[in-house]
C-alpha cells in the first residue's frame, strides 16, 4: 500500500542506546541509527505538513527518562531532533516530533500505547488512519497503532533487519 503518512518510534526502531545496560539514550554520545535506517529512509518522497505530494513524516516516541528525572524534556526533545535530522537527511518541521515526557503508568493519556502521539500527527498531515503506517519496536506501538486505526509494521519487517539485533 502507499502510505500518505509514515510514523517512527524512536528507541528500538530508529535508533540504538549505546550505554550498556540502558534503553534509551540520557544524551549526546549514547545513540546510533541502525545500519540499515538511512538506506531504507532514502527512496522515499518526503513531504513536510502541508505538502501536496509525497509521504508525510512523524516520530512517537515514549521519553519516559523525562519524568523519573534522567534528563531535561529539552534534552529529550532534542536527541529525538538529532535521530531524526541523521535518519532523514533534513530537519523535521514544526510539530513532527512527539513525545510523551510521562513516567510509566502515570495515566497521562498520550503515553504509547495510547493513540494520542499518532492521532496529533494524522491531524497536521490531515490524513486518515487508512493512509497511515506506524512502525516499531514494542507491543506498545502495536497497540497505539491498533487505537489509532492505522496501519503497524514491525521496525524489524520495515527495515529488513534481524529481529534479535
Not at 24 to 33: Q, S, Y
Not at 110 to 132: F, H, I, T, W
Not at 139 to 146: F, T
Amino acid at each position: 500500500m502507499d502510505y500518505r503518512l509514515i510514523i517512527f518510534d524512536a528507541d528500538g526502531t530508529l535508533r540504538y542506546c549505546t550505554v550498556e545496560g540502558q534503553p534509551c539514550p540520557n544524551r549526546a554520545g549514547e545513540w546510533k541509527l541502525y545500519p540499515d535506517v538511512i538506506d531504507k529512509l532514502a527512496p522515499f518522497d518526503w513531504v513536510h505538513p502541508g505538502g501536496e505530494f509525497g509521504v508525510g513524516y512523524g516520530i512517537a516516541s515514549n521519553q519516559g527518562g523525562v519524568g523519573v528525572g534522567y534528563f531535561p524534556e529539552s534534552t529529550a526533545m532534542k536527541l529525538l531532533e538529532d535521530t531524526f535530522s541523521e535518519a532523514f537527511g533534513f530537519n523535521p518541521a514544526e510539530g513532527t516530533i512527539e513525545m510523551c515526557p510521562h513516567v510509566p503508568h502515570s495515566g497521562c493519556g498520550c503515553r504509547k500505547p495510547d493513540p494520542a502521539m499518532l492521532n496529533r500527527l494524522m491531524q497536521l498531515y490531515g490524513v486518515s488512519p487508512e493512509n497511515v503506517l506506524f512502525v516499531g519496536d514494542r507491543d506498545a506501538d502495536r497497540n497505539a497503532a491498533l487505537g489509532a486505526g492505522c496501519d503497524f509494521q514491525w521496525a524489524s519487517e520495515f527495515f529488513d533487519r534481524d529481529p534479535e539485533s
